[in-house]
Nanobody
């Protein structure tokens, strides 16, 4: 069983920045891919960013504003979010692919509002 614990969400003003963290309960070297997804009220969950074997992939709406990175020593993946917009408001979920199984964190709320 793999546990993922997200942190770093909160309230931020438009144009601001926030960094989310997702700590895994196992070594990062056992994880094939990790990603961040988000779900806003009334909308489907969507990919925000993913990192697979060092390669990164971003959703179109966040390209150039968000950066995903990983720290293998800390078993943690980060999502640095900048130039935040009200439409970035959502619950953000961390996801890991381990041995072809998907695991999800509990989610962390990000609210962008003045």
């Amino acid at each position: 069983q793999v546990q993922l614990v997200e942190s770093g969400g909160g309230l931020v003003q438009p144009g601001g920045s926030l960094r989310l963290s997702c700590r895994a309960s196992i070594s990062m070297f056992r994880i094939y891919a990790m990603g961040w997804y988000r779900q806003a009220p009334g909308k489907q969950r969507e990919l925000v960013a993913a990192i697979i074997s060092g390669r990164t992939n971003y959703g179109d709406s966040v390209k150039g504003r968000f950066t995903i990175s990983r720290d293998n020593a800390e078993n943690t993946v980060y999502l640095q979010m900048g130039s935040l917009k009200p439409e970035d408001t959502a619950v953000y979920y961390c996801n890991a692919n381990v041995d072809a199984r998907l695991y999800w964190g509990q989610g962390t709320q990000v609210t962008v509002s003045s």
